[in-house]
Structure formats: C-alpha cells, structure tokens
C-alpha cells in the first residue's frame, strides 16, 4: 500500500512523535538539539511538512526516553 505524507496512518505517527516530546517536556529547540538539527527541520516534521526516515524515528523516541520498537508496536497495534 503507498503512502505519503498524507496518508492517515503517516499523520498517526506524527501526532504520536509530537505526543512524545511534549510527554518528555521537551520543546521543538530541545527535540532539535537533541537530535542535532535546526528547529525548523523539526516543526517540519511535525506539520508534516517533511518525511520521517527510520533512523530520525528512532533517534526522535530516544530522545524522548522511549524505547522506538515498543512505541511502534502499539501504534500498529492500535490501527489494527
């Protein structure tokens, strides 16, 4: 099944990225610096203005805290 940008599971998994930092306390200037971007890459990501890879998934839930697998095990889960 293609997807994009805006597909509706795609828009699941951001608002679950955006969840997550907020949950972590962390503004978009932390989640940026954490991650070693600019803050704009980051409200990007969120607005759903540029694609996640895997590797920035994974680094986004680090930072927050999480372990990535077990987050994307319930979002799957959850669309089931």
Same mark, same amino acid.
Do not use: F, N
């Given at each position: ?11 699941? =998994?951001?608002?679950?990225?955006? &969840?997550? !930092?907020? /949950?972590? @306390? =962390?503004?978009?200037?932390?989640? &940026?610096? !954490?991650? /070693?971007? @600019? ?7 969120? !607005? ?33």
């Amino acid at each position: 099944m293609p997807t994009s940008i805006y597909h509706p599971r795609y828009q699941t =998994l951001r608002a679950a990225m955006v &969840a997550a !930092r907020k /949950a972590a @306390g =962390l503004t978009q200037v932390e989640m &940026a610096q !954490r991650l /070693a971007v @600019g803050q704009s890459y980051v409200s990007k990501i969120e !607005r759903g203005e540029s694609y996640v890879d895997v590797m920035t998934y994974v680094d986004w839930y680090a930072a927050c805290g999480h372990q990535p697998g077990v987050v994307l095990d319930a979002l799957l889960a959850a669309q089931s």
